[in-house]
């Protein structure tokens, strides 16, 4: 008897914390979505900035990406970097 109590214990002690997991796996999974929606627009700022934007100053460069962070939104395209540039 006391080592089926145990077993019980256990099991409620195990469920109760994958609970929490089910939560962080669904906060995670939103996450990697948004992450997915804006990896196209993410992408082309990024490799139009490296082929593009190196020889200018730090101010145009900003000025820059964020008219194309501007454009991309303009065209229904998704982009994290919008959040990035305004911090610039």
């Given at each position: 008897?006391?080592?089926?109590?145990?077993?019980?214990?256990?099991?409620?002690?195990?469920?109760?914390?994958?609970?929490?997991?089910?939560d962080?796996?669904?906060?995670?999974?939103?996450?990697?979505?948004?992450?997915?929606?804006?990896?196209?627009?993410?992408?082309?700022?990024?490799?139009?900035?490296?082929?593009?934007?190196?020889?200018?100053?730090?101010?145009?460069?900003?000025?820059?990406?964020?008219?194309?962070?501007?454009?991309?939104?303009?065209?229904?395209?998704?982009?994290?970097?919008?959040?990035?540039?305004?911090?610039?």
């Amino acid at each position: 008897m006391d080592l089926c109590e145990k077993k019980l214990d256990r099991a409620e002690k195990l469920i109760g914390g994958l609970g929490g997991e089910k939560d962080r796996w669904n906060s995670a999974a939103i996450s990697l979505n948004v992450t997915y929606n804006n990896l196209t627009g993410d992408v082309l700022i990024a490799s139009g900035s490296v082929a593009y934007l190196g020889a200018f100053t730090s101010a145009f460069r900003a000025d820059q990406t964020a008219a194309w962070v501007d454009e991309v939104r303009r065209r229904n395209e998704y982009s994290g970097l919008q959040q990035h540039v305004k911090k610039l």
